[in-house]
């Protein structure tokens, strides 16, 4: 029987032993990818570089999609994913729940940042972020850098609060869904992302490509981080350096950099660091939402 006495005396021994442990394998390698668009088009999408990144880190690949943000953060959390792509704010909300490690950014034209726009269509009268009082609105999802995070704290900036100053408030899910809504007059007006003022994202979305021309911006934000590629903290170092390796020479290859420009107007990846995204841990705090 074990003493009590020789159970104290080993036990830092045993927190010693496991702490130099490697990290975990898994036998199957969980990928997340942020839902920019519907989960089906996401894992279509996706699918070349999940085969692409197989072949890599030699070992199966699978993708996951959740319904939301908020999800890939749980999933990362939950232990369910390995690694994922996420959004600036989910970055944010799975460094701090998850404690997950950041360990890749995107750049796009030379650029790591980004723009959130608020929109709407030319027909309408709404000509500065004032204007939305009283009007219906657009968001992405509330764990959305461009599509609710950002547009927030510029609305607060310009004296609009939009719990209580906009008509009504929809959540459509994804960016492709928020330019629908606005096209189609669910909404008065949105939000959404642009990597390149003027140029409007996943326009491949929109079925009649003349409506692009329907669009207007109200406002642009400052530049903001982009997003990112984040893993389990407790995966095998090995591994987590074949992940990070993989995504880093997608873009050495004309393949390579046709797969990443499919799924998040994306040119390259860069090593990341965890402070790459504390203007958007201010911009959590600035608009009152707790991580």
Do not use: C
């Not at 898994?26 to 989960?39: A, D, L």
């Not at 908020?70 to 959004?87: H, I, N, P, Q, W």
């Not at 799975?94 to 997950?100: D, I, L, M, T, V």
């Amino acid at each position: 029987m074990i003493r009590l006495a020789d159970l104290a005396r080993w036990l830092p021994v045993a927190a010693i032993a496991l702490a130099l442990l490697p990290g975990y394998t898994p036998r199957t390698f969980r990928m997340g990818f942020t839902p920019v668009e519907s989960g089906a088009a996401m894992v279509q999408i996706t699918e070349p570089v999940v085969a692409a990144m197989a072949k890599a880190i030699g070992m199966r690949v699978v993708t996951f999609v959740a319904a939301d943000y908020v999800g890939t953060v749980e999933a990362l959390r939950g232990k369910k994913v390995d690694a994922a792509m996420l959004s600036p704010a989910a970055m944010v909300m799975a460094h701090r729940k998850a404690n997950a490690k950041p360990i890749l950014k995107t750049r796009y034209k030379g650029k790591t940042s980004y723009h959130a726009v608020i929109f709407t269509t030319t027909e309408s009268s709404i000509r500065g972020i004032k204007d939305l009082k009283g009007r219906t609105f657009a968001f992405v999802d509330p764990g959305s850098t461009s599509g609710f995070v950002i547009p927030s704290l510029m609305m607060l900036r310009a004296g609009v609060k939009p719990d209580r100053d906009l008509k009504h408030v929809m959540n459509a899910g994804t960016h492709d869904a928020v330019m629908q809504a606005v096209l189609h007059g669910q909404a008065e007006a949105g939000a959404t992302f642009q990597k390149e003022k003027g140029v409007w994202p996943l326009a491949d979305t929109v079925k009649n490509p003349a409506d692009l021309k329907r669009l207007r911006v109200v406002a642009y934000s400052d530049p903001i981080p982009d997003q990112g590629i984040a893993v389990n903290p407790d995966l095998d170092p090995a591994l987590q350096k074949k992940v990070a390796d993989f995504f880093v020479r997608l873009s050495d290859t004309p393949e390579g950099r046709k797969m990443i420009a499919k799924f998040y107007q994306v040119d390259e990846f860069v090593p990341a660091a965890e402070t790459d995204w504390k203007p958007i841990e201010d911009a959590f705090a600035a608009i009152g939402r707790k991580l």
